[in-house]
């Protein structure tokens, strides 16, 4: 593990006294083996007792986890044949948010995604998938694509959020998250969205209109980031984790909250532990919406989207 | 009384009566007559500043009189996360704006005419918990497009909003992909759907159903856009002239139509409408 969070160390350590026992050589090792076992099961079940009870703000940092999974590993591992399309036909390319023809399994889908990358010189240029708004318009493209050639749309949600930049403005990120929202809401072609690490508030919510809203176990999705909340409603950036407990931004609480359809489990130790675990897992569920939301009629499809977001929110009356 | 106290009361009461009687101009600082302001319709008589106004106040001067019949009044905010923030609990917030503004949600919704012509209005009110979009407001929102939807009504809808309402979390953000499902529907039946962008309209709001008028009206001067000015400085690093996101500079870059004075906002509703020729 390249970067460990603080309550990962535990696990680190263990891995490392594994992984010595693994170097040792011949006679010595065969002595050894019934402890490795031990070990070896211990790690896991330490893994799952520290993944079962992480809290929001652990959350978050999981999350956030540079070796996390991002949308070119899971191109690579969930998907084949990707052929990216490029381009907004107005202003521009946004590298920040990707999509093309791509298969899964058998299946012909459009994938659509924000791209984080691991490194740095990655992210800066990828912008840290921060779409700017020709990036949510290239997506729509993509989108009204889908619909013409009658393939679902798959969405890989993972963003800090929308860009803020002065240029997004100008070019009007309001009104290209806006039209999304708009357009995805009467899309004829079934739409599965999948967070898969972030789900930065309206940046995310610009390509998370779907027929099934799905969520990596530890992932999360949220309204405002911890850190903007804290620093609002707290009017101190230092209780992010205050704030991430109060958004409720966790899968568990999505799933509660009615936003959600399913929860996609992560691995023990995280997604970032087990990228091709992962993935098959991810690859399972989507495959298994795609099939069941597909059976609908256009109509009867967008009959449903529209009564599943018309249900969303709680208030009395 | 001491005479320093019985000075200091008097004083007290007469800036007080000050305070009642004069408003200071927000973008000119000139002191005007209060009555002559909100004669003119919370306008600056000097500068042509906008005031923001209640949701009552706006539909007082936006639909013929006697014609309002509010609906779906008694949506209110209920409290889905058990929200406490460092100020205290969601819940008290709530009571404490139900208190302030007479009114339960951020948003004002009912039927009536505008010169003569039956429409469906959705008014946001900026005291109301910053015009923030909660889960009451959303529905509220949505059923007025859905009214619109069922009687082939013109839906106009008046923003003044910060955006999200954090305090109800992703439920929040969830009221944008909700409200905007609303306005498609109008557009697949090719029902008129008219925004009003007022100051301000940013955040979530800007980014929902407020942007995708058929045609998009704004006041002089609102500040309109996505991200808070704040934020964008911290990112870009560098200082944003005062004319950043004012509803001038949102019109030069091709997101509205119009910029339209108070006093001629009924005026053009009205004759935009009467181009719909279904
Ligand atoms: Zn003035």
């Keep these: 593990m390249e970067r460990e969070l603080d309550f990962e160390r535990p696990i680190a350590d263990m891995e490392k006294a594994v992984q010595k026992l693994k170097n040792l050589t011949g006679d010595q090792k065969s002595d050894l083996s019934d402890q490795l076992d031990e070990l070896q099961k211990k790690l896991i079940e330490r893994k799952k007792e520290i993944y079962d009870n992480l809290t929001p703000w652990q959350t978050v940092q999981v999350a956030r986890h540079p070796q996390r999974p991002v949308v070119h590993d899971y191109i690579d591992l969930v998907f084949s044949d990707f052929i990216e399309l490029h381009g907004d036909r107005c202003f521009g390319d946004d590298r920040a948010l990707i999509g093309g023809f791509a298969l899964i399994g058998s299946e012909k889908v459009m994938l659509i995604g924000h791209a984080k990358g691991h490194s740095v010189e990655d992210n800066v240029n990828r912008n840290f998938g921060m779409a700017r708004p020709e990036g949510y318009r290239k997506a729509l493209r993509l989108m009204h694509l889908a619909e013409k050639y009658n393939l679902p749309v798959v969405t890989f949600i993972d963003t800090m959020g929308a860009y803020p930049g002065l240029d997004a403005e100008e070019r009007g990120q309001a009104e290209a998250i806006a039209r999304n929202l708009t357009e995805m809401a009467r899309l004829e072609v079934p739409i599965i969205a999948v967070v898969t690490g972030e789900g930065g508030s309206g940046g995310a919510l610009g390509i998370g209109v779907g027929d099934a809203i799905l969520m990596l176990s530890h992932s999360i999705y949220s309204v405002i980031s911890p850190e903007g909340c804290a620093s609002i409603l707290w009017r101190d950036a230092s209780y992010n984790a205050h704030a991430a407990e109060a958004l409720k931004l966790t899968s568990k609480s999505l799933l509660e909250l009615g936003v959600i359809d399913e929860i996609i489990a992560e691995p023990p130790g995280g997604a970032h532990a087990d990228p091709q675990r992962t993935a098959d897992e991810v690859k399972t569920v989507i495959l298994k919406y795609i099939k069941k939301i597909s059976s609908r009629s256009p109509s009867k499809l967008v009959s449903k989207r529209f009564e599943k977001f018309a249900a969303m929110g709680k208030f009395t009356s | 009384m001491p005479w320093f106290i019985k000075a200091k009361t008097e004083r007290d009461s007469r800036t007080k009566l000050a305070d009642e009687m004069w408003i200071k101009c927000q973008q000119c600082n000139a002191h005007v007559f209060k009555q002559d302001f909100i004669n003119n319709l919370s306008v600056c008589p000097k500068c042509n500043w906008h005031g923001k106004i209640t949701a009552y106040e706006r539909i007082g001067m936006t639909l013929d009189v006697g014609t309002f019949k509010e609906i779906n009044e008694n949506i209110r905010p209920d409290d889905p996360l058990s929200f406490v923030d460092g100020k205290g609990p969601y819940r008290e917030k709530v009571e404490q704006a139900r208190q302030k503004t007479g009114l339960n949600e951020s948003v004002v919704t009912g039927l009536g005419k505008i010169n003569g012509t039956f429409i469906v209005v959705a008014v946001m009110d900026f005291r109301f918990l910053g015009g923030s979009l909660g889960s009451g407001t959303g529905e509220k929102i949505l059923l007025g497009a859905n009214y619109s939807y069922d009687h082939k009504l013109p839906y106009i809808v008046f923003s003044a909003s910060g955006g999200a309402r954090m305090h109800e979390g992703i439920l929040s953000l969830m009221q944008m992909a909700k409200t905007c499902a609303g306005i498609a529907r109008l557009n697949e039946r090719k029902i008129p759907y008219i925004s009003v962008l007022t100051d301000p309209t940013t955040g979530g709001v800007s980014a929902s159903f407020a942007m995708v008028g058929d045609v998009n009206i704004a006041e002089p001067g609102a500040l309109i856009g996505f991200a808070g000015r ?43 409408l009467s181009f719909y020729n279904r």
């Design chain 2, 230 to 272: 704040r934020v964008i400085e911290q990112t870009i690093k560098q200082k944003l002239p005062d004319s950043f996101q004012t509803a001038e500079f949102v019109l030069e870059h091709g997101f509205l139509d119009m910029i339209v004075n108070r006093g001629d906002l009924k005026k053009t509703l009205s004759y935009v």
